[in-house]
């Protein structure tokens, strides 16, 4: 069935470091893909989506390509800060509802 | 004011007791979600509603029930709680396609005693 996997967190990087968090899907069809970001305390909110393969989603300088080959689309950004510093979900829409990945909670030291 | 509001915030509540949790959404969608989420777990689908007239169970649907009352309120409820319902639970909604993404609540934390 469809299904998202993430990596296991929690992930602690030093603050400037870069980040990549994994993220695999299995689906029927050509579904979009998303990453939301929990920060403590609140609900999940969208932070990029890409809808057809070999598009690039980015905000706040989070970056993440939709790889129709390899099924995935990792999260990256080249410098943390600490206000960076949540759970991330990976997810995917086909059809009429969403799978979300288990969530990967990251640390950021200062 | 936020997109999607939900009350209460937090709630204690005994074993056997009948709760709801309201949902309430200004974004004009159609669809609309209750999620459960426990620590390592994700997000679990409790129910999902297209619209007024239809409602539909999610994959953990057994112990809970769900009204829209109208196009912006989705409540949900636990007929008879129990110590393992406690969790954050999270309304949603989407567009029709849901390929702008969802937007959620920021939860109700719901302990069960």
């Known amino acids: 069935g469809d299904s998202v996997t993430q990596m296991e967190g929690p992930v602690t990087l030093s603050e400037e470091a870069f980040l990549t968090i994994n993220c695999t899907y299995t689906?029927?069809?050509?579904?979009?893909l998303f990453w939301y970001v929990q920060y403590p305390g609140e609900g999940l909110q969208l932070l990029l989506k890409?809808?057809?393969?070999?598009d690039k989603g980015s905000n706040k300088g989070f970056e993440a390509t939709y790889r129709k080959e390899t099924t995935s689309f990792h999260l990256e950004k080249g410098s943390v800060q600490v206000s960076d510093s949540a759970v991330y979900f990976c997810?995917?829409?086909?059809?009429?509802?969403?799978?979300f990945g288990a969530g990967t909670r990251l640390f950021v030291k200062a | 004011d936020a997109d999607v509001t939900q009350t209460p915030r937090n709630r204690i509540t005994k074993t056997g007791k009948r709760i709801m949790l309201e949902c309430s959404q200004t974004?004009?969608?159609?669809?609309m979600y209750w999620y459960r989420q426990d620590p390592g777990l994700g997000l679990r689908l409790i129910y999902y509603?297209?619209?007024?007239?239809?409602?539909n169970k999610g994959e953990i649907s057994d112990g809970y029930s769900v009204s829209r009352q109208a196009q912006a309120k989705f409540s949900l409820s636990l007929e008879s709680a129990i110590p393992n319902q406690t969790a954050l639970y999270f309304c949603?909604?989407?567009?029709?396609?849901?390929?702008?993404?969802?937007?959620f609540g920021s939860g109700t934390r719901l302990t069960v005693v």
């Open positions: 949603a909604t989407s567009d029709s396609f849901g390929s702008y993404g969802y937007t």
């Open positions: 689906a029927t069809g050509y579904p979009s």
């Open positions: 890409a809808t057809k393969a070999d």
């Open positions: 997810a995917h829409t086909g059809g009429f509802k969403t799978i």
């Open positions: 974004k004009g969608h159609d669809r």
């Open positions: 509603s297209f619209d007024v007239k239809d409602i």
